[in-house]
Nanobody, 120 residues
């Protein structure tokens, strides 16, 4: 079993910044990708950002490009999302996602979600 623990959400004014963190722990595993999704009020869950764990490549949703930065700490199996110039429309529950392999196969897991609220 693999656990994802998220932290860093909160309430911030428009134009402010927050940094989310997601730490993976549990059984021995190899990470392929870690990333972030979000689900705003009344909306479907949507992709935000992802990092290829081996090559370090990144990809972002158009709505966050230039404002959000995804990064990692390999030693801690942790992915971060630095969110700058936040807008009210960034308000959502942010979920961490991990794509990994363990001895029994390849799986993906979700974090419990962390609330980000941006006030205008």
């Amino acid at each position: 079993q693999v656990q994802l623990v998220e932290s860093g959400g909160g309430l911030v004014q428009a134009g402010g910044s927050l940094r989310l963190a997601c730490a993976a722990s549990g059984r021995t595993f190899s990470i392929y990708r870690m990333g972030w999704f979000r689900q705003g009020p009344g909306k479907e869950r949507e992709f935000v950002a992802v990092m290829d764990w081996r090559g370090g490549g990144t990809d972002y949703a158009d709505s966050v490009k230039g404002r959000f930065t995804i990064s990692r700490d390999n030693a801690k199996n942790t992915v971060y999302l630095q969110m700058n110039s936040l807008k009210p429309e960034d308000t959502a529950v942010y979920y961490c996602n991990i794509d990994l392999s363990i001895i029994s196969g390849r799986y993906d897991y979700w974090g419990q979600g962390t609330q980000v609220t941006v006030s205008s």
